[in-house]
């Protein structure tokens, strides 16, 4: 807000720390120490429709092998999974992957969905554990579960109030 002796000439600082969000899709990069971090922020509105697609053994054709198989060159995928995918999001849906996967496997996982499969682009989620913990917690314990339902939670919590408040008032314009 101005104040009485603002000078009328002064220009906001635009420097370098400012972010300016120009689509729904921005890729961040955050330096620390000796790493850098990366990864894709989608500004998505809770009115979006979304789709949540599992990874292993829905894209792919089993868990353990949708881990290790196309790492050696192998096509693992779904017959038809990738054709739908594209319908799905050409009816205007967005796409959110989510993975049991670690966190250290999350730009391998984006480049096999995007670049090799060529699914639509959309979100990825990765479990925050590191690789070996995450191929033990789905292939040996066999309950990728324990992080799967409550990230699912969450997601529906976030998109969830808007749509079930939508379809409430439509119910009640409708009578």
């Known amino acids: 807000a101005k104040q009485d002796g603002d000078n009328d000439d002064v220009e906001e600082d635009n420097s370098d720390d400012d972010v300016i ?3 729904e899709k921005e890729t961040l990069n955050v330096e620390l ?5 990366f990864g894709n922020i989608y500004l998505w509105d809770k009115s979006d429709k979304i789709i949540i697609s599992d990874v292993d053994g829905t ?3 089993s868990d353990l092998g949708g881990h290790v198989l196309p790492k050696i060159g192998f096509d693992y995928c779904q017959d038809g999974i990738c054709e739908m995918l594209n319908r799905i ?35 990825v989620i990765c479990s925050p554990s590191t690789t070996r913990a995450a191929l033990y917690r789905e292939v040996i314990q066999k309950r ?13 919590k976030a998109f969830n109030d808007y749509n ?8 009640d314009n409708d009578n």
């Open 59 to 61: 894209i792919t054709k």
């Open 89 to 123: 999001n050409s009816n205007g849906y967005k796409i959110v992957y989510l993975t049991a996967r670690g966190i250290g496997q999350s730009t391998i996982t984006r480049n096999y969905l995007f670049d090799e499969l060529n699914v639509p682009n959309g979100a």
């Open 33 to 37: 120490k000796a790493r850098t971090i």
């Open 21 to 23: 969000i120009e689509s």
């Open 164 to 171: 079930s408040n939508d379809d409430d008032n439509k119910d």
């Open 144 to 156: 990728p579960q324990d992080f799967k339902i409550p990230t699912l939670n969450m997601i529906v």
